[in-house]
């Protein structure tokens, strides 16, 4: 609604801020206004008289929470200045507009309509929302997301990689015959894990190529596979260090999601409903009649 004039335009943009949230914001910003608004409230406090009109601290309070973000962490007290005269420029505008134009001027009337089908849209639509997305059925798509996404089963392991079969053999037997599987990684590993003892880290299954992972996961922790496993890298040896469930995430961690895509399924389910209540012709261009099932086009 109102901007303030800067070079670097500053202030090109607006986004709304709840008056509530938005003057905790200014009183944490602004001690000055912090101080006057604790002993009196905002739209008591006559900040200009415009024609012996006042004009409140909560007008400008209402003009700041329009600023764009840049703006705002300016602080209240360092944007007062302009804004004030922003908000005096806008009751002057509006006091001379309606002495010019007449309350049913047809431009205005019409323009009228227009924002009230569009508030009209948002109440409606908002209400919907509010009437269909209830805790008890974001409640529900939890329930439902947690059967959908079973917890994940990882698996912590090491492994050594090397070039042929027969090396495989003869480090296996070496690790069979007592050499810590960590240190053999480090001494024979030709992968970049080797430096670090072979070590891997959790894992699902998905994360490895697959006769890597089948062998990995049919093992319980502590076991060494007894056989080398092949795959497009070379030849493993692979060592099970532990194996885990992943947690899943909580409610209120998946609220806002769930809430969301609740919001996307009513909505969808509103037009549905409305389109298949509705007699719907469609035309292309030219005014004639859309083939059926085809978009109109020209």
């Known amino acids: 609604m109102l901007y303030l004039k ?3 335009g500053a202030f090109a943009g607006a986004g709304i801020i709840a008056a509530a949230h938005l003057f905790a914001l ?3 910003t602004s001690p000055a206004v912090a101080q006057t608004t604790a002993e009196t409230p905002p739209e008591q406090v006559v900040v200009a008289k ?3 009109q006042s004009i409140y601290l909560s007008d400008l309070i209402t003009a700041y929470s329009q600023l764009p973000a840049q ?5 209240m007290e360092a944007v007062y200045p302009f804004l004030l005269d922003r908000v005096i420029d806008e009751r002057l505008l509006a006091v001379a507009a309606e002495k010019a134009i007449a309350p049913d001027d047809p431009e205005v009337t019409e323009q009228l309509e227009q924002m009230r089908e569009r508030i009209s849209i948002q109440v409606y639509f908002t209400r919907t929302l509010e009437e269909k997305v209830t805790e008890e059925r974001i409640r529900e798509g939890y329930d439902q997301y947690l059967k959908d996404n079973p917890p994940a089963e990882e ?3 090491r492994h050594i990689l090397l070039e042929t079969e027969e090396k495989a053999r003869e480090v296996l037997t070496e690790i069979q015959g007592g ?6 990684a480090k001494e024979h ?3 970049p894990s080797g430096p670090n003892g072979g070590d891997l880290g959790y894992f699902a299954a998905d994360a490895m190529v697959k006769p890597f992972a089948d062998a990995a996961f049919a093992m319980q922790a502590g076991d060494i596979s007894s056989d080398p496993v092949q795959t497009q890298f070379g030849w493993h040896l692979i060592k099970v260090e532990d194996r885990r469930e992943t947690p899943q995430p909580g409610f209120e961690e998946m609220r806002d999601q769930i809430s969301q895509e609740l919001a996307q399924t009513v909505a969808t389910e509103l037009l549905d409903g409305l389109r298949g209540a509705a007699t719907i012709e469609k035309f292309d261009m030219a005014g004639n009649p859309a083939p059926e099932g085809e978009p109109a086009q020209q």
Request: proline share 0%; aromatic share 4%; charged share 15%.
């Open 6 to 8: 800067t070079t670097a």
């Open 26 to 28: 200014v009183a944490a």
């Open 50 to 52: 415009v024609d012996g």
């Open 71 to 75: 703006a705002q962490q300016m602080g």
């Open 155 to 157: 698996v912590h392991a």
């Open 179 to 184: 050499k810590d599987f960590a240190e053999a």
């Open 189 to 191: 590993s030709t992968g």
